[in-house]
């Protein structure tokens, strides 16, 4: 099982990194000890009564008081939603598994939508591991390597350890001479080698080479040589997904699939099976499930299949914690004729918690500019702060979010450390936002090829 312990987080990563971009300044909720939204903290401003639901929804998820049940996050477009949603997912902390997907992403996979969703959901439940894991750790006194004479062939070699209390000499394979090669060890360093990996960790440098400094430079941290056994038996405790699990074990794809990206579909069989074995650890002590959460974002794109998958998937026992957001209000359900709230079918609808989120006030707006420039590391003059806040509210957050990037772009350019009033016009002109494009479109309707009227000739 060890095997799988690198971090392995996403397989699909571009919309991921876009998506994140746009969201780095969130650190968490905001919320202080008595779960109350703080007025700006932790890159969240305002929003206050939805900030405060999300913080009880996090309440109940660390409870493990939510299974089974699901989340909606509506409200118009640039309200925070998704912000929020990553606001809870930092304050999970990186043990929980959070798994972000836009609903129309599972159409455009080259696998069917219920494999899709069964990936994700299959992403966002965790298994903790524990492990009885052997390692020998001590100082590094000797690395003799034999070279063999012809140059070529198997290279073989000794590497001596000791502790205060003992020493011991360890034959050296090929695939350990490389590791120790490559993590460049040598006499003096502390290391711990894991038995069954093979894996090689520095610790650090033994204190008495602390003369040696000079030589190492300056960032070498210095530690005590350790006392007792050199071979010991550590508990060693892991998180992986039960997607992970599944991805390593479908013999059809092999361990590499997971960093190709492409993993295609995987077997109903290898998941009963894995299902069967994680709930066998979990009676033998030896694991426990940890329910994720998975967001899904734009979820009135989701067809009717997708949503009565979402019913089911929400009463098995595993489930993760779902959070949804949509903008939109009463809509028909994609694959039906009918129209529900918010696109959704009422038996799910029924499931929800829902949260709604309002637009921003001038003030919020101001603010969260400016907790982006910060982010973006824009210095900006106070006249352009107000001149973008304005843009913000005539257009939209959004829009003017995106302007700073630009702006700060056209500020290099003339070479100017301040993004200014007419740095600000000029991306501004460059760019349009919604309303602009739209109404240039309409006045300009009839010159556009395509809306050339089809005639009856
Ligand atoms: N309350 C808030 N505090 C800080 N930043 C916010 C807040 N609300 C929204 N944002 C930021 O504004 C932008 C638009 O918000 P977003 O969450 O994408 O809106 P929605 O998902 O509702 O359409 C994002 O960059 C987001 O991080
Ligand atoms: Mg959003």
Redesign the pocket.
């Known amino acids: 099982m060890s095997s799988i312990v690198p971090k392995i987080s996403e397989v699909k990563d571009l919309t991921r990194i876009e998506r994140i971009g ?2 780095s ?2 650190r968490g909720l905001g919320l202080d000890d008595s779960f109350e939204p703080r007025e700006v903290s932790q ?5 206050v009564n939805a900030r405060k639901a999300a913080g009880l929804i996090l309440q109940m998820i660390k409870e493990g008081k939510i299974a089974g049940r699901a989340v909606l996050i509506g ?10 949603a ?1 606001g809870i997912a930092q304050s999970l902390g990186s043990n929980t598994p959070f798994t972000a997907i836009a609903a129309s992403e599972i159409f455009s996979l080259e696998m069917s939508k219920t494999e899709a969703l069964t990936q994700a959901f299959r992403k966002s439940i965790g298994v903790k591991i524990k492990e009885e894991t052997e390692i020998i750790q001590g100082e590094v006194v000797e690395i003799q390597i034999d070279r063999p004479a012809t140059g070529s062939g198997v290279k073989v070699g000794k590497l001596t350890l000791k502790t205060t209390s003992m020493d011991a000499i360890y034959d050296l394979g090929s695939k350990m001479i490389d590791s120790l090669t490559k993590e460049k060890v040598q006499n003096g360093d502390i290391i711990k080698i894991d038995k069954g990996t093979g894996k090689i960790t520095k610790l650090g440098r033994s204190i008495s080479r602390v003369r040696d400094n000079d030589i190492t430079g300056s960032k070498v941290n210095f530690i005590e040589c350790p006392s007792g056994e050199i071979q010991q038996r550590k508990p060693e405790v892991h998180t992986v997904s039960l997607h992970e699990i599944d991805v390593i074990n479908s013999r059809a794809q092999g361990f590499f699939a997971l960093f190709a990206g492409d993993i295609g579909e995987i077997k109903a069989e290898v998941r009963e099976q894995i299902n069967h074995k994680v709930a066998e650890w979990k009676e033998e002590g030896k694991a426990e499930i940890v329910p994720g959460v998975l967001f899904i ?1 734009e979820v009135h794109m989701l067809d009717i299949e997708c949503f009565s998958f979402l019913n089911r998937a929400l009463e098995d026992e595993m489930a993760p914690i779902l959070i949804m ?1 949509t ?1 939109r209000g009463n809509t028909t359900i994609r694959g039906t004729d009918y129209k529900a709230p918010h696109g959704i079918p009422l038996d799910l609808l029924d499931r929800l918690l829902i949260i709604s ?1 309002t637009p ?1 006030t001038e003030k ?1 707006i101001q603010k ?1 500019l400016k ?2 420039c910060e982010e973006e590391d824009v210095d900006i003059k106070e006249d352009a702060l107000a001149l973008l806040t304005k843009i913000g509210v005539e257009t939209s ?2 829009y003017s ?1 995106h302007l700073i990037t630009s702006a700060s772009l056209v500020c290099v350019k003339r070479k100017g450390t301040e993004v200014s009033v007419e740095d600000i016009k000029k991306v501004y002109d460059l760019f349009v936002d919604v309303k602009r494009s739209v109404k240039y479109l309409k006045d300009y309707q009839d010159e556009f090829l395509h809306n050339t009227p089809i005639t009856n000739a």
């Open positions: 746009a969201h300044h969130i890159g969240m401003v305002g929003q409200g118009e477009p640039g309200t925070g939603k998704t912000a929020i990553m974002d957001a903008n989120t921003y919020d969260i907790i982006r957050l959004r979010i």
